[in-house]
């Protein structure tokens, strides 16, 4: 399987459960492993194609489970720049420029906590002017409540570039980030 151009090789495929729920991101490569070992179907294709030496194969960029799989309610995303900029759309939260840092609303010198509620993505201006204060008393305003992301898929596809095809399975949230 060489990597030339148009062949398949090194990016993603969305994993959806035997219900179409989106469950998770994969390699092309352990996509195609999954339909070939009859374990998912092919939902939707790219227009490369891996070559073993006899054959050719469609690049996944869609598989669903042949079988349905149980998500445990308790899986977290974890909380870090990377996926903070992703929820927040990589702007700054209280006045809309690129984020630069993540401030915590609660800061934590005061007792507030790394989590979800309590995060948000923030320029290098807002953040030196909140220092140790709460948003109202440096004269900043949330243009948001800071939440868990919903769907853990989600923010996995969007920090790392989700697929035009994917959109309709991830749910309105993937358009408006
Ligand atoms: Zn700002």
């Known amino acids: 399987m060489a990597r030339e151009p148009g062949v398949a090789g090194t990016s993603r495929a969305l994993v959806l459960n035997a219900t179409f729920e989106p469950l998770g991101v994969v390699s092309t ?3 195609l492993l999954l339909v070939l070992g009859t374990k998912a179907e092919l939902v939707h294709a790219t227009a490369r194609t891996f070559h073993s030496e006899r054959m050719t194969f469609p690049e996944p960029s869609v598989v669903r489970l042949a079988r349905y799989v149980r998500v445990p ?13 992703a929820r927040d759309g990589h702007h700054c939260q209280y006045c809309g420029s690129p984020a630069e840092s993540i401030d915590h609303v609660m800061p934590r010198s005061r007792g507030g906590l790394h989590a979800w509620d309590n ?19 440096a004269g900043l305003v949330l243009r948001s409540q800071p939440a868990a992301p919903r769907q853990r898929v989600w923010l996995l596809a969007m920090s790392g ?10 749910g309105e949230q993937s358009l408006t980030a």
């Open 29 to 31: 490569r352990r996509a």
């Open 73 to 85: 309610h308790d899986r977290q995303v974890a909380v870090n720049r990377r996926t903070v900029f």
């Open 119 to 137: 995060v948000v993505a923030a320029c290098r201006r807002c953040n030196t002017r909140k220092e140790d204060h709460l948003p109202h008393e």
């Open 161 to 170: 570039g989700a697929r035009d095809e994917w959109a309709p399975y991830l």
